[in-house]
């Protein structure tokens, strides 16, 4: 053993033979570029050979295989000495190549690393594919059924079916308007839905109108159709203002008040009392904020006159439910108070809510539809959305309000009026419009004199009223820029009151007032 460690250096880095003068050649046994090991001419045909294990052998192996240098031969003068050959020899030039080597096997440790975390990726691959291939096997079977349809339009048969049954429902309202006025609207109108009928037959038949443009043309008939019942005769002399068409300018705020819970309650409504011919709550103002989550509410305060608001003095509160959560208690900045009753948004509906003060006694009815958005699904937004404002309930010169977007409607915002009946002690849908403008895209809205306005932000301090829609025409104008001040950031409710023609802000906790200009 001890032979095989003495010649395991000698062997590492040179061999000595005997040359035919009798001097000492050092070979080099290292590896060269382009023809492996390289020995002397020189070298003596057996190597030490007889002192060399089977271990040592393997090793000299290993280092024959590892890259070195240029392949030089040092010769060296010796003596003989003891019947051998002794010689100085520099083993410097072909010292082992330590770091080199740790190197490279560090890299191919990390290289085998790397190959076994593939080679794992691969197996779970290889796990998997067969069941996503046997899903995409099976949706690909289930809608073979279908794919007839790709070359059947832009719409399919249930479609179809669907805008044949809301013409269906059309005809039947503007015979019934024909019926009752038989005037020159009324039967351009019975025209305009009859052309419609032929149009829907040809695309059933011929595959020829985009169903697009008949859904838009249904929509305008529709509310054509509403507008023709809904306006009483007497509506335009009530008001003569309204005579003079939309809103012109609107005034800085004339009055300005934070809510008797502090303006930490940033949400909610408030106004002064909305029906023309009240006579008990005439002069009485009221604040309802949302004191759960800036959602909900089950309370009302109510002043009966202005110097009493303005004091917070002389109210009275009201307490329509017994929680924040029950059935019967307001979701979303949506009240107005009207005559003697307080209408909202019932909780976690698509209802609206009539809360009697006299009697406490609450009546509701659900909005009409296809999808009504409640709970926060299409919240008044623009730049942030006010957490759950999907229905608003106003009031002006004609009567009450809801305003809210569906489904079915695409999210726009639609109008629909409600009338209360004492004598069945009902609240009555009348009517109700469908508009093309995004509710998601308005901050907020209100009524005046039977037309929609809507609101944009502008920046902290401003808004704009942007959009009218009227009900008594169908027609729309988005071309208004109409500049509203305001103190905070936030618009949880605007309201417009026709018995002094002001606008009411609920403006993130600040109370504020307008004058608007016809």
Known sequence: MQKDLMFLQLWADTSVTRGKSGKCVVIDFIREKRRGVVISAQTAPVLFSSLISPALNMLLLLLLLLPTGDGRAQRSSGQKRNGSCVCPVDSSLWMFPAVKYEVVLQQVETCEGSL???????????????????MVENLTARLEPHQYLRNRGVYTDLSLRLLGQELTQLEADAGDVHSQLNNTQTRKLSKEVGRLRKDVGRMQMLDTVNIQTVKERLRYLKNNAESCKSIPKDFRSQSSHCLKGLITSISEPVMTKVNQFGKTYISGSWGKQAQMDSEEQRNSYWVQP??????????????????????????????????????????????????EALYYNCYSSADVCRYDLKSNAVHRVTLPGNGVGYNNKFPYCYYACRDNSDVDIEADE????????????????????????????????????????FKKAVSNAFMVCGVLYATRYVDEYHEEVFYAFDTSTGKEDNSLALPLEKVAKGVASLSYNPTDKQIYMYNDGYLLAYQTHF
């Open 116 to 134: 076994n975390a593939l080679q794992e990726q691969v197996t779970l691959s290889s796990q998997f594919l067969p069941r996503f291939q046997a």
């Open 290 to 339: 949302l004191l759960s989550g800036h959602k909900w509410g089950n309370s009302l305060r109510v002043y009966q006159s202005y110097a009493d608001f303005m004091q917070s003095a002389k109210y009275k509160d009201f307490t329509f439910a017994p929680s924040y959560s029950h059935t019967h208690s307001i979701e979303g900045p949506s009240a107005v108070l009207y005559g």
């Open 398 to 437: 004609t009567g009450l309000w809801a305003i809210y977007a569906t489904v079915g409607n695409h999210g726009n915002l639609v109008v629909s009026r409600l009338v209360w009946d004492s004598d069945t002690q009902t609240i009555n849908v009348t009517q109700t419009w469908e508009t093309r403008q």
